[in-house]
């Protein structure tokens, strides 16, 4: 069975088309514009992308001579998505260990572990997501046997063999009830656990060469210790993923006595609770969207109006899908960015306008993890990340239609595509061989 997953893994993940990889020069025109940014869509606005890059975007825009010029006919232009927390190229198959680098179980290592040379641009959920409009994904490794996970990444969804955008991008913690797992079985051990790593990496960025590494029995190895080092001076935000609301309070009373700490808060289903205090301590959040069932204990307070409290209330909020089967479905964000808008036409709900939802899924998860001002929104030096839709991106029947990474035009193929095509309509005979090109 084993060798069986392995194989329909192997098989899915084979490119659907191969594509050039020639950035472009590209005057998208007459667009129902997005830049993306929380702004309205522009009537008949006009983006622009040289060698890769955003250049100009909005109405009146001119077009370069002797560039390629599309007429959008009216459709929706936006960014592309940006999918707020995932674990998609380092998992395949969940249960199948050899194609699932999210964790290591048995690493002395752990805040250094760098997910980025793990990312396989072949997996499947690649090619399915880029199809439905996403460009960019955050990758987050997964924790065990310490409350650090490791050193995430940014990639990008295009159809060539180097995904990884911004490796290291990000330190990945685990607090609350997974935290207190890892620790040895209580949130106090977690918090200690938590202060201990920041006070040796903090010994450690005073004097490398005087570390004490005592190997894999230590609590932090001089190798973990040199990977929390940019953690401690803030050049390296910190993803914690945390559900209640206490222990969210408990996190930002340790920001305040290390303000420089770049805390980012991941999940966050009772975030509602302590919106003023996430607010006034300047942490953005990356929020599961719709989480409205006390699945867990730490999260009983859960309810569908948690990101449109927190974003009243003045906090930073992109919208990710931790714990939602996160390796493959960045996709649904579209969707739930779309659930958000419609529960503010229910009575006593809070959710987001159509402005700040799509927002939610493209340029706020790049600040999130500090990376604003270079991927999300059509806003000129951005990554030229473009789609062209169908209809309305954030409703279910509306489909990318034209695709551009990094200024790079995208196969939107995918090997389920090739698959239907060649059973839909069943022919007298022998039927083709399933794992034939």
């Known amino acids: 069975m084993k060798r069986l997953l392995l194989l329909t893994a192997a098989v899915l993940a084979t490119p659907a088309l191969s594509f050039s990889a020639a950035a472009q020069s590209v005057a998208i025109t007459n667009a129902k514009l997005v830049i993306g940014d929380g702004s309205a869509p522009i009537a008949g606005g006009t ?6 890059k955003v250049v100009a975007a909005g109405p009146g825009v001119a077009v370069p001579a002797g560039m390629e010029v599309i007429d959008a ?13 995932t674990r998609m190229g380092i998992v395949e198959v969940d249960a199948v260990d050899p194609t699932n680098d ?41 924790n065990r046997g310490s409350i650090f996970a490791g050193m995430g990444a940014v990639i990008d969804l295009g159809s060539d063999t180097a995904p990884v955008s911004t490796p290291r991008a990000f330190q990945y913690m685990e607090y609350g009830e997974g935290g207190a797992r890892a620790a040895g079985g209580s949130r106090p ?87 003023t205090q996430l607010a006034a301590a300047k942490v953005p959040v990356i929020a599961s969207a719709l989480n409205d069932l006390p ?50 036409k229910v009575p006593g709900a809070t959710g987001l306008d ?4 799509f927002a939610a899924i ?27 839709w169908s209809g309305d991106p954030l409703e279910l029947d509306s489909a990318a239609q034209m695709v551009w ?20 309509t069943p022919q007298e005979g022998a039927l083709p061989k399933a794992y034939e090109r």
């Open 102 to 142: 999210a964790s290591a179980n048995g690493s002395p290592f752990h805040a250094a572990i760098d997910v980025s040379p793990a990312v396989n641009p072949h997996t499947s959920s690649i090619p399915l997501n880029r199809a439905e409009g996403i460009t960019r994904a955050i990758v987050a490794p997964d």
């Open 354 to 357: 159509w402005n700040a939802a």
């Open 295 to 344: 699945e867990s204990f730490e999260s009983l307070a859960a309810t569908q109006s948690n990101v449109g409290r927190m974003k009243a209330a003045g906090v930073l909020v992109g919208i990710g899908t931790i714990n939602d089967n996160e390796a493959r479905q960045a996709r649904l964000e579209k969707q739930y960015a779309g659930n958000l808008v419609a529960l503010t």
């Open 405 to 424: 990474i990094d200024g790079v035009k995208q196969s939107l193929g995918t090997r389920q595509g090739q698959l239907l095509k060649r059973y839909l």
């Open 362 to 388: 493209t340029s706020l998860p790049a600040e999130a993890v500090g990376l604003g001002g270079e991927i999300g929104s059509l806003r000129p030096g951005r990554a030229g990340d473009v789609v062209i």
């Open 47 to 52: 983006v622009v992308v040289r060698n890769g």
């Open 189 to 275: 051990a977690a918090l200690s656990m938590f202060k201990n790593a920041l006070f040796q990496a903090r010994d450690y960025a005073r004097n490398p060469a005087g570390y004490a590494d005592q190997g894999k029995e230590a609590l932090l190895t001089r190798a973990d210790a040199e990977a929390l080092a940019p953690v401690i001076s803030g050049r390296m935000p910190l993803l914690i993923h945390v559900e209640r609301a206490s222990d969210m309070l408990a996190l930002i009373d340790i920001k305040k006595a290390m303000p420089q700490l770049r805390m980012v808060f991941v999940g966050v289903s009772e975030g509602w609770m302590v919106a």
């Open 73 to 85: 006919g009216g459709r929706w232009v936006t960014p592309g998505i940006v999918a707020g927390f």
